[in-house]
Every structure is written in C-alpha cells, then in structure tokens.
C-alpha cells in the first residue's frame, strides 16, 4: 500500500498531508527538505514515546533527534507544561530555521503547535498526529493552543504546519474508546458536508474500526480533503470554517458539564451533539424525519454513545445546558449559533436561533 498527499493551499502558507502507512518509517525523507541543518526538536507525550518514539528516531535516520515527553492527558494542555515546553525547546537551542516535531494526539498538536507560533517569534513545525481524532482534525487548519482557567483553547494562535505525516500504522496501539472518540470527527466530515462519504461509512466504518488499514487510510484522506478546502477557504473562521463545529456546540456544554473528565471524551461528545443538531434541525423543519434516525442508528451501530443517557453520571437540566451552550465561545452578542442540517451532508451556519426549541429538545433528551 501507498500513501496519499493532501495539499492544503494557502499560499505562502501551504503544505501536504500524507496519509499512509510506513511514513513514521520514512520520517527522515519526508522531513528532510525543510531542513537547513539535520537537526530536530520533538515534543511528544509519555505515552506515545513508550509505544512510538525509537520508530521514529529510526525513521528520521541520521537526522538528530532530541525530544522531550509531557504527561498524556488533557491536563497538560495548560500554561505549567507550555512554559516548560518552550523554555526546553529555547535550552535546546532551537532557532529561527530550525523544526519542531509534535508527535501524539491532539493535545501535543495543539501544545507543540503554539509553542513554535511563539518561539523566537515564530518557527516551523511539524504534525506526527497518532490518534484518529488528531489525524482528521487538529493536525490539520493551523489552530493551535492551549487551556485556561477560563475555558479550553482560550489560548493560542493560528499557525499552519509545514507537513503533517498522518501514519495510520500507529492507530493500531490507540485504545478502542479513543479510536472510536476520534470516529465522531470522521462521521461529522460526512454529515456536514458529503452524504456519499456518509454512505461509505455506513457499509465501511465497522471494517475500519476492527483494523483494515485500506479503509482507515480512505477515512483519513476524505475527512482531511474536506477539512482543507473548508480551511482554504476560511483560514480563521470568519464563515465557513464554523461548519467544522457541527455538533460542537452541544459537545462543549457536556463537557462543560462533565468536567472534560473521561465520563466523556471530545469525540464522543461530537457524535452525540451531531445526533442532537440533526434532531434540532428536524424539529425546526428543515430536515425529514428520517436524517436523525439515520445519524442515531449509525453512532449506535458502531458501538458508541449517542444519547444523553449514555454519558455516566449526573447532569444538569436543560436550563443548566443552556447556559453552558451561552458560554461557549462560539456565541455572537448572545445569540445561540448552531450548525443545523437540511439533510445528511448538507449543513449550514444558522444564528438566531429560539432558545425555547432548543429546551425542549434538552428536555426530551434528558427524560
Ligand atoms: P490526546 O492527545 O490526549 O490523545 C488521547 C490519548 O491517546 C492520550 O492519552 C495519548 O497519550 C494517547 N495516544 C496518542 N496516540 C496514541 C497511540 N498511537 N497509541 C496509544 N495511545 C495513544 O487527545 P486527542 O483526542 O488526540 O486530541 C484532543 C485534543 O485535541 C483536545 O485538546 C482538543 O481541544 C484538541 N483539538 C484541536 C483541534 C484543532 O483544530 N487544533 C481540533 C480538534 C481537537
Ligand atoms: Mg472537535
């Protein structure tokens, strides 16, 4: 099998997402005309380097590696780590023209991503993504940052990559739950945007999800095209890149709500608030009934959560939702801005929108 190249066009700013297997082995290659001296700097997590870090120091050959592993987890993603980040990359004497590596999840993405926005004003790097969810998403469209006590990625800068090497190989060490989190984002590319990808899923996702690389490798590089031409044409989310959030605005009131612990994880919050956005926009009469059966029955199929009972614990009432939802960062001058659907794969920015329609799905769904 062979990889695929995605090119993200941005101007001076472009670059290509390969997609394959064997491309951590061939690190050294692919990375190697960016260089001007055959050095570089990785930031990883203590995870990935256990299970990851010797395959890509033999992948990047005589090219020399130093590297320095976080803590895995969320709670890295904060100032503490950050400083500590960049202040090790500036004793490593990282310069100007010189490549940051981030290699993990999309916690060391987004960390890696903002430390090199910043150093010395600004250097390149590149996207390793070893989760599903940081291989179709983060690693890609230049958003980068960090957490506040105020609130996630409150933090941070757009600041593209130079290349991101997506290797499906590593997917085979990533638990099935993350796996499956990750799937969330993949099944949101086809409801928002590609009613044939969501066909394909629906015959193909569970042959993906049990290990064929060929299918895995063919979701990948769909979700990426469909989040570069988004980005290449709203780099900085000023229209349509708010499309990449379907789904997004209920998943940051739950996990408001669940304390962004591991009672459920982003991805999984994805594929419920997807569930509830094609509900919402059934019941305001744009979509049939039969689109958010078809998104239920599908989430359900593989195996993962999709209704707010299947979220371990308490949560709060409708009302408390709701102000969570008015929190969230993606709220203009108080107006509730969702992402609705007027069928599978067609969606579109609605601001506006009735709070009361929107309590009363919150209701229905917590009954
Ligand atoms: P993560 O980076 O925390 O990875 C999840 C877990 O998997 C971690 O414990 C990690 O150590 C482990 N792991 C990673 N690769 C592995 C592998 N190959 N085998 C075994 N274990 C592995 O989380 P994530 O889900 O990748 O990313 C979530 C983060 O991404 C959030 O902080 C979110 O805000 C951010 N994000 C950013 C963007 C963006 O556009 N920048 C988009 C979506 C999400
Ligand atoms: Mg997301």
């Known amino acids: 099998m062979t990889f695929d190249s995605v090119r993200v066009d941005l101007g001076a700013r472009a670059y290509d997402v390969r997609i394959g297997p064997g491309l951590i082995a061939r690190a050294g290659q692919e990375i190697a005309p960016l260089l001007k001296r055959r050095r570089v700097a990785v930031l990883t997590d203590e995870t990935v380097s256990g299970l990851h870090l010797e395959s890509l120091r033999a992948g990047l050959g005589d090219i020399e590696m130093t590297s320095l592993a976080l803590p895995a987890g969320e709670s890295t993603k904060g100032w503490p780590q950050f400083s500590r980040a960049v202040d090790w990359l500036l004793a490593e004497k990282v310069e100007r023209r010189d490549i940051v590596i981030a290699f993990g999840g999309g916690v060391i993405g987004d960390l890696a991503g903002f430390a090199a926005a910043v150093l010395r004003r600004g250097v390149r790097f590149v996207q390793i993504p070893t989760t599903l969810l940081s291989q179709v998403d983060s690693s ?49 590319y086809g409801l928002l945007g590609d009613a044939a990808f969501f066909d394909w899923l629906e015959q193909n996702a569970p042959a993906m999800a049990a290990g064929d690389a ?29 499309l990449l959030n379907l789904g997004h605005t209920f998943c940051h009131a739950l996990e408001s709500a669940t304390g962004y612990s591991d009672r459920l994880l982003h991805g999984e919050g994805v594929a419920i608030g997807c569930a509830l956005a094609f509900e919402l ?39 408390g939702l709701l102000a969570l939802m008015a929190q969230d960062k993606k709220v203009i001058d108080g107006k509730l801005r969702f992402i609705l659907a007027r069928g599978i794969g067609e969606s579109f920015v609605a601001t506006d929108i009735d709070t009361g329609i929107v309590r009363r799905l919150l209701e229905d769904a917590l009954a």
């Open 214 to 242: 060929g299918a895995r490798q063919y979701a990948v590089r769909r979700s990426v095209e469909m989040k570069a031409r988004i980005v290449e044409r709203d780099e900085t989310e000023e229209g349509d890149r708010a």
């Open 281 to 319: 926009s059934q019941r305001l009469g744009l979509c049939s009934q039969e689109a958010p059966s078809r998104v239920r029955a599908h989430l359900k199929a593989m195996g993962m959560k999709c209704d707010l009972a299947d979220i371990p614990g308490d949560l709060p009432g409708a009302e």
């Open 140 to 188: 890609v469209g230049g958003k980068t940052g960090i957490n506040s006590v105020h609130g996630k990625n409150l933090i941070g800068a757009f600041h593209q990559p130079a290349l991101v090497l997506a290797d499906i190989d590593v997917l085979d060490t990533l638990p099935a739950r993350d796996f499956l989190a990750g799937y969330g984002e993949v099944v949101k």
